[in-house]
């Protein structure tokens, strides 16, 4: 049972990434799958989730019309795009899966490595 998070990089502000979340060992359907992302020096912090009935809430405002978020069954992978980046979205990126709902803290089930992504001005 594995997730693996990847995608993230160096983008200048206002550019755009896709961080890709995939599952191996088991299947993402039931799952309610959250994107996390912490700041150096900063607390880890909730971003955006889909849950297993496809309701995406948001826990960060401040990505709230930048950062959107679907599944592909098929490929058993969440994505995260990522448009308009601003510095302060430099982050280490994780995804992590809880069964159904999504949930703001970090009780999940599993949790995939984290991936950087850097926003230079």
């Known amino acids: 049972v594995q997730l693996q998070a990847s995608g993230g990089g160096l983008v200048q502000s206002g550019g755009s990434l896709r961080l890709s979340c995939a599952a191996s060992g088991f299947s993402l359907g039931r799952y309610a799958v959250g994107w996390f992302r912490q700041a150096p020096g900063k607390e880890r912090e909730g971003v955006l989730c889909?849950?297993?009935?496809?309701?995406?809430?948001y826990f960060e405002d401040s990505v709230k019309g930048r950062f959107t978020i679907s599944r592909d069954y098929a490929k058993n992978t969440v994505y995260l795009q990522m448009n308009s980046l601003k510095p302060e979205d430099t982050a280490v990126y994780s995804c992590?899966?809880?069964?159904?709902?999504?949930?703001?803290?970090?009780?999940?089930?599993?949790w995939g490595q984290g991936t950087l992504v850097t926003v230079s001005s």
């Open positions: 992590a899966a809880r069964l159904n709902y999504c949930s703001p803290s970090s009780n999940y089930d599993y």
């Open positions: 889909i849950n297993s009935a496809g309701y995406m809430p």
